[in-house]
Structures are given as structure tokens and as C-alpha cells.
């Protein structure tokens, strides 16, 4: 049974710094992992997905990574903004046939601070 | 283009009522998720709908059922409501079978009381 976990699960940061935040699985037969954010009180917006076959994925100043061997997937955020702050969720998606079917890591609330 | 349309955003039920949420996915999407959120337990899935077939079924309760019609229009509903149901219930599209991107809604904010 496939599980995520989001580390850490609270991160405080100044303005204009560079952070990394971590997402594991625990199996590593997944199709692809896609990264997203959510704002208070709204739904979540796809940030990047990574193919089970990719090693990263870049998007401004996103840069999304995935190791699958050991279970690993980092979203490097470049020069953070203070718009920047919400709720990063990594999610999973399984590779025991054809679906959809995410499952997600319990997620890592962002405050970057002006 | 359009992105995944949920209705309603917010509605307050009593407890033991019935529930049908609707969402219409991204224009030509077949795929179509449904997932639960609450403060507790995170994210939830709850089921998923390619070309009108139930593909997957989370770990709900009978009361937590779904359609979807062959417009890929999906609807899902919950009998019985209880205080737990209490979530804000999230729909999400994807092109393809597998290993598209997925997007979702903004949800329908379910408070039971």
C-alpha cells in the first residue's frame, strides 16, 4: 500500500530565500508525481508533474526532482515571495494499471515572511 | 478554457439528509476523481470515473456513491449525513487513462449539522 509523507510539515522562511521541500513514497511503482499548492479555503493548482521516466521537472522558479529508487521527490522553490506562502501537497500516482488515483502526502504549510 | 466546474461551492445539510454534488471536468477530459478533505485526515480518495466506469473505490462507506454520465459530467452522493461528513469535497479531471496531469476544482464546502 502506497504511502507519502511530507517533510517538514510547517516551514517559515524570509523573503528571498531558496527552500526545498521533501515528499517520500514507499513504493516505488508509480506512474508519475505531481506537485501542487493550495491556497486557504480553495482547491489545489497543479504546480509540475514528473513521468516515472524523468528525473526532474522545471517550471519559472520551480524545480521539481524525482528519485525513484529511493523513494524520493524534492520541490526546490528559487527566491521565495511572500505570494509564495500555502500549502504544498505532493501526490502519487500508482503504477498497478491504468488510473488516476493520487495519493497524496499530508502536505507542508509555507509562510515566507516579507 | 474552461477548468473542472464544482456545485454547488457551499451548502449546509442536517444530519440524516442526502447530498448530490456536481462536476463538470475541463472540456474533453474523460477522467474524473473525487476526493475528500478534512482537517484530520488529510486528503481522501473516494473514487474515480474513466468514460462513464467506476475504475477505483476508496475506502468509504456504502453511504459515499458517484456517476458519471457520457458527457464525463460526474456527480456524487452521500446519504444518511452524519457530522463526519463535514469536508470540503474536491473533483479533479485528466485527459487520458493515466499519467496526464490532473486539475482540480474549487470544491464544495460540506458542513452537516
Known amino acids: 500500500k502506497q504511502e507519502v509523507t511530507q517533510i517538514p510539515a510547517a516551514l517559515s522562511v524570509p523573503e528571498g530565500e531558496n527552500l526545498v521541500l521533501n515528499c517520500s513514497f514507499t513504493?516505488?511503482?508509480?506512474?508519475?508525481l505531481q506537485w501542487f499548492r493550495q491556497d486557504p479555503g480553495k482547491g489545489l493548482t497543479s504546480l509540475l508533474l514528473?513521468?516515472?521516466?524523468?528525473r526532474e521537472q522545471t517550471s519559472g522558479r520551480l524545480n521539481a526532482s524525482l528519485d525513484k529508487s529511493s523513494g524520493r521527490s524534492t520541490l526546490y522553490i528559487a527566491a521565495s515571495q511572500p505570494g509564495d506562502s500555502a500549502t504544498y501537497l505532493c501526490?502519487?500516482?500508482?503504477?498497478?494499471?491504468?488510473?488516476?488515483?493520487?495519493?497524496f502526502g499530508t502536505g507542508t504549510l509555507l509562510a515566507v515572511q516579507p | 478554457k474552461a477548468g473542472v466546474t464544482q456545485t454547488p461551492r457551499y451548502l449546509i445539510k442536517t444530519r440524516g439528509q442526502q447530498v448530490t454534488l456536481s462536476c463538470s471536468p475541463i472540456?474533453?477530459?474523460?477522467?474524473v476523481s473525487w476526493y475528500q478533505q478534512t482537517p484530520g485526515q488529510g486528503l481522501q480518495f473516494l473514487f474515480e470515473?474513466?468514460?462513464?466506469?467506476?475504475?477505483n473505490k476508496g475506502n468509504f462507506p456504502g453511504r459515499f456513491s458517484g456517476r458519471q454520465f457520457s458527457n464525463s459530467r460526474s456527480e456524487m452522493n452521500v446519504s444518511t449525513l452524519e457530522l463526519g461528513d463535514s469536508a470540503l469535497y474536491l473533483c479533479?479531471?485528466?485527459?487520458?487513462?493515466?499519467?496526464?496531469?490532473?486539475?482540480f476544482g474549487e470544491g464544495s464546502w460540506l458542513t452537516v449539522v
Open positions: 479533479a479531471s485528466s485527459w487520458g487513462d493515466s499519467g496526464n496531469t490532473i486539475y
Open positions: 501526490a502519487a500516482v500508482g503504477g498497478g494499471g491504468a488510473t488516476n488515483k493520487l495519493i
Open positions: 472540456s474533453g477530459h474523460r477522467s
Open positions: 470515473y474513466f468514460s462513464e466506469t467506476q475504475r
Open positions: 513504493d516505488s511503482a508509480i506512474y508519475n
Open positions: 514528473i513521468q516515472s521516466s524523468q
